[in-house]
């Protein structure tokens, strides 16, 4: 069975910082790309940024509103995709999931049930 | 910077087709994926790579992309087909990725 469960959501301050983890399971986790997006309460769905395979060199790339605040990463060897978040704003607050990137597609679309980031003083 | 435009609504009898537009500046030089999300839920891919369908999607829904326009369509639409419908488009040339902002399709 494939799962992809993210963990480390909760109640932050503006300012502080988050550490969210997804950990992969029942598929091929180290060939496929990784996708982080949010959505905000009542609002539609937002990218917030990709890694790559190591095969296709790592790279990853970010949205504008969180580029220099958020960086994602990857542990195959622990089948763990992560999104360290700092410097958090009230409109950070969303629900955030993990989600293998559509050029997996022909193998599958996977996502997580999503983990809720409140940025509240 | 880009953006990508849906109508916030469409709505369709059972049975008819429903027609769920993705506009953006040249977005049939990119690449485009189609999304469901019913409410409570995480969204599923139903279009990928413009017009591929992912495996156990049914045939009645299809995608096309040309021009200033991408096009998700759902055939012989049913009552199971309510749901939001988000485009998402991949620049390959500089790894852009983005969502548009929606689509809620109704059923009658």
């Known amino acids: 069975e494939v799962q992809l469960v993210e963990s480390g959501g909760g109640l932050v301050k503006p300012g502080g910082s988050l550490r969210l983890s997804c950990a992969a399971s029942g598929f091929a986790f180290s060939e496929a790309w990784m996708n982080w997006v949010r959505q905000a309460p009542g609002k539609g769905l937002e990218w917030v940024g990709r890694?790559?395979?190591?095969?296709?060199?790592?790279?990853?790339d970010y949205a504008a509103p969180v580029k220099g605040r958020f960086t994602i990463s990857r542990d195959d060897s622990k089948n763990t995709l992560y999104l360290q978040m700092l410097s958090l704003k009230t409109e950070d607050t969303a629900v955030y999931y993990c989600?293998?990137?559509?050029?997996?597609?022909?193998?599958?679309?996977?996502w997580g049930q999503g983990t809720l980031v409140t940025v509240s003083s | 910077s880009y953006v990508l435009t849906q109508p916030p609504s469409v709505s369709v009898a059972p049975g008819k087709t429903a027609r769920i537009t993705c506009g953006g500046n040249n977005i049939g030089d990119k690449t485009v994926h189609w999304y469901q999300q019913k409410p409570g839920q995480a969204p599923v891919l139903v279009i990928y790579?413009?017009?591929d369908r992912p495996s156990g999607i049914p045939e009645r829904f299809s995608g096309s992309n040309s021009g200033n326009t991408a096009t998700l369509t759902i055939s012989r639409v049913e009552a199971g087909d309510e749901a939001d419908y988000y485009c998402q488009m991949w620049d390959g040339s500089s790894d852009h990725v983005l969502f548009g902002g929606g689509t809620k399709v109704t059923v009658l």
């Open positions: 890694v790559k395979t190591k095969t296709d060199g790592g790279a990853t």
């Open positions: 790579y413009d017009t």
């Open positions: 989600a293998t990137d559509p050029s997996y597609g022909d193998y599958g679309d996977y």
